[in-house]
């Protein structure tokens, strides 16, 4: 956010409908049938995809978005395992990941379009538009800079 802030850059957020759902599961995981729906053999079921609930759910939703961000030329920080950059010699891009809400940052509006029609042909995504609340923070975008708020926990 200071980043963007000091190099007068948009901040745009992104949503992933149903994250959890899109996750890869690489081991094999068995549940019972939910109360309420007929089983009358007693039989488990093994889970295809990653369900909500899971304790490998976020895990498994991390990896296939970080998979994906590599793969459209992004490198993930080895600091801060959340944050992707894109760097060439004419722009840089910045994608910082919290569960299943996306910030994005950069230079190149047409680099951050191109990403964000990417993760929606990907992963359906919501586009919020420019970031205006996100992890207990408000933020306010003025003419001469953005003011961050932690006015809802005062």
Request: aromatic share 12%.
């Amino acid at each position: 956010m200071a980043l963007a802030a000091a190099r007068k850059w948009s901040l745009y957020q992104l949503d992933v409908n149903n994250a959890f759902l899109h996750g890869d599961l690489h081991e094999k995981v068995y549940m019972k049938m939910p109360q309420g729906i007929p089983n009358p053999q007693n039989k488990v079921y093994k889970l295809q995809k990653s369900l909500y609930g899971l304790k490998q759910a976020s895990r498994q939703w991390h990896s296939k978005l970080a998979d994906y961000l590599k793969q459209q030329g992004y490198t993930q920080s080895k600091n801060d395992y959340s944050l992707f950059l894109k760097q060439t010699p004419h722009h840089l891009t910045i994608v910082a990941v919290y569960v299943d809400d996306i910030l994005l940052t950069g230079s190149s509006h047409a680099e951050i379009q191109t990403l964000k029609h990417n993760l929606h042909a990907t992963f359906e995504i919501k586009d919020l538009g420019l970031l205006n609340y996100f992890l207990g923070f408000e933020v306010s975008h003025l003419p001469d800079g953005t003011t961050l708020s932690l006015r809802k926990f005062t």
